[in-house]
C-alpha cells in the first residue's frame, strides 16, 4: 500500500485526470477488470491511477486499488457512520482546488465534458468512499502503541544510505507579552497628567507645590520639577524658546513635546535677553519603561541569575519564582491587569522558513530570526525584542538551549521523527496484514 490514496482520490474524482499543463484524453471504454465483492475497479480507474502516480509498477497500482476496495467493502460491511455534512465539506474542498487548477467553471466543464451537476455528483461519490476508507484504516490501526524499543529497532533495520541527512537543529524557548503599545500610551500619560497639573496651577495653587506634590504611577516617568531659571533666550533649546517667546509673564504654556520629552512652562518674567521661567518636565520613557516591559527585563535578569547554561528545569525554576504581574492602581488612567507572560518553545531545522522573520532588537537593528539565533552561545538570553506577525505584534525574550549540529538521523538526536517514522511503518504493516486476511474472504473475480 505504498501508493497514496489521496492520489488516487484526485485522478478518480472525474472521468479524465485535471492538469491545468495537458490536453484532454480520450476515454478509455469502461470495461470491468475486477470484482471484490459489490465493488468494482475498471480499466479506466486503473489507467487513470497509473498516469497520475510516478510509480512505474503497473501490478503494485493495481494491487493498491484493490486493497483500497476490500476497506471499502469492509467499511460499508461495518456501517461505519458518515454524515452528509462532512462529505459536502470535503466536496466543496476538492471542487474549489479544481475550479483554482482550471480557472472557472466553464473551462472545468469544458475540460471534462460534463455538467457541474455531474461533476458534483461524482465528487460526492468519491469523497464518500475516501472517508468511509480512511475511518476503516483508522479503526483497523486505533489501538497501535509504539515502545522506545520498537523505535530503536526499526532505527537499526534502516541502512546508512538510507538515513536522512538532518539540517542544524535550534532549540529555544520564547517568552513574549503582546506589545503594550507603550509609545502612544505613555505620551497620552504624559499629556493628562500636565494637563491636569496645569489645571490646578490655574486653580490657584503654587506652580512648585503642585509640581512636587503630584500623585503619579511609579511605574511610568516622574515628572520633575526646575525651580526658577534666569537663562538666556538664544541659549535654550529652540523648541522650549520659541515658546518662552509667545508667553506672557505668569501664563502657562501648552505641553510642548521635543526630544528630550514633555514640558509644562511657566514665563515669569523678561530681562531684557534673559528671561526668567520655571517648568515641569516628564522625559521620554519610550516602550522600555512599561510596567510589563520592566518586568521583562527582571524576568531576563531572574533566568540569567539562575544559571548562564540554561536547562529546561532552570526555565521552568525562574518562571515559578517570578513576580511579574501588572499592577493595579485605583484612579489611575491605565488599568493594570493581572496577566502571565506567553512560553512557548521551539525546535526548529536551520531552513525553518519561520526564522527569516525580521525581530527589531534593543539596539534599533533589524535582524532575521535565525541570524540572531546563529549568533548566541548556548544559554545566552537576548535582550526584548520587537516581534511582528501576522495578526499580533510581541516583545520576547528568547533563550537559546541547544544547537544540534547537522548530522544524518539518530536515535539520541532525533527520537520524534523515528517515531513517527516507525509508527508509519507499523501502521503499514497492520493494514498489510489486515487485507492479506481478508483478501482470502473476497472471490476476486477478473
Request: aromatic letters at 8%.
Amino acid at each position: 500500500m505504498q501508493t497514496s490514496f489521496k492520489i488516487f482520490f484526485w485522478t478518480l474524482c472525474i472521468c479524465h485526470s485535471i492538469n491545468a499543463n495537458t490536453e484532454p484524453k480520450a476515454i478509455l471504454a469502461d470495461k470491468i477488470l475486477y470484482k471484490i465483492g459489490d465493488e468494482i475497479i475498471t480499466h479506466t480507474a486503473i489507467e487513470t491511477a497509473f498516469q497520475a502516480s510516478k510509480n512505474n509498477d503497473r501490478q503494485s497500482i493495481i494491487q493498491e486499488i484493490i486493497s483500497q476496495k476490500i476497506l471499502l467493502a469492509e467499511a460499508k460491511k461495518k456501517n461505519i457512520p458518515l454524515t452528509k455534512q462532512v462529505i459536502e465539506s470535503h466536496v466543496q474542498m476538492r471542487l474549489e482546488h479544481m475550479l483554482k487548477q482550471t480557472g472557472s467553471e466553464e473551462t472545468l466543464t469544458d475540460y471534462c465534458q460534463e455538467s457541474m451537476y455531474a461533476i458534483k455528483k461524482q465528487l460526492y461519490e468519491n469523497c464518500k468512499e475516501q472517508l468511509l476508507i480512511e475511518k476503516m484504516q483508522n479503526e483497523i490501526t486505533a489501538a497501535i502503541t509504539l515502545q522506545p524499543a520498537e523505535v530503536k529497532n526499526y532505527y537499526h533495520t534502516l541502512s546508512e544510505e538510507t538515513l536522512a541527512w538532518i539540517p542544524m537543529k535550534i532549540h529555544y524557548t520564547v517568552y513574549a507579552i503582546p506589545y503594550p503599545g507603550a509609545l502612544e500610551t505613555y505620551k497620552q500619560y504624559a499629556h493628562t497628567t500636565l494637563l491636569a497639573m496645569k489645571k490646578k496651577i490655574l486653580q490657584g495653587e503654587n506652580f512648585a507645590t503642585v509640581a512636587q506634590n503630584y500623585s503619579f504611577e511609579d511605574s511610568y516617568g516622574k515628572p520633575y520639577y526646575t525651580a526658577p531659571d534666569d537663562g538666556i533666550l538664544e541659549a535654550l533649546e529652540e523648541s522650549y524658546a520659541n515658546v518662552l517667546r509667545t508667553l506672557s509673564p505668569g501664563e502657562l504654556s501648552n505641553i510642548l513635546e521635543n526630544k528630550k520629552g514633555f514640558y509644562l512652562i511657566q514665563l515669569l518674567e523678561r530681562k531684557q535677553s534673559k528671561v526668567l521661567h520655571q517648568h515641569i518636565f516628564i522625559p521620554h520613557q519610550g516602550i522600555c519603561q512599561t510596567d510589563r516591559l520592566q518586568g521583562l527585563y527582571r524576568f531576563r535578569q531572574t533566568l540569567l541569575n539562575k544559571k548562564k547554561q540554561l536547562t529546561s528545569q532552570t526555565i521552568d525554576t525562574a518562571a515559578q519564582e517570578k513576580h511579574l504581574k501588572y499592577k493595579k492602581k485605583k484612579g489611575h488612567l491605565y488599568k493594570l491587569l493581572d496577566s502571565d507572560y506567553e512560553k512557548q518553545r521551539y525546535c526548529k531545522s536551520i531552513t525553518d522558513e519561520s526564522l527569516c522573520q525580521t525581530v527589531d532588537t534593543s539596539q534599533g537593528e533589524k535582524k532575521q530570526l535565525g541570524t540572531l539565533l546563529m549568533a548566541m552561545s548556548v544559554g545566552e538570553i537576548t535582550l526584548p525584542l520587537i516581534v511582528e506577525g501576522e495578526t499580533n505584534k510581541q516583545v520576547q525574550i528568547i533563550c537559546l538551549e541547544k544547537k544540534i549540529p547537522a548530522h544524518r538521523i539518530n536515535y539520541t538526536d532525533d527520537y520524534t521523527l523515528l517515531y513517527q517514522k516507525a509508527w508509519i511503518a507499523k501502521k503499514e504493516k497492520i493494514l498489510q496484514e489486515f487485507i492479506k486476511k481478508k483478501i482470502h474472504e473476497y472471490q476476486l473475480s477478473y
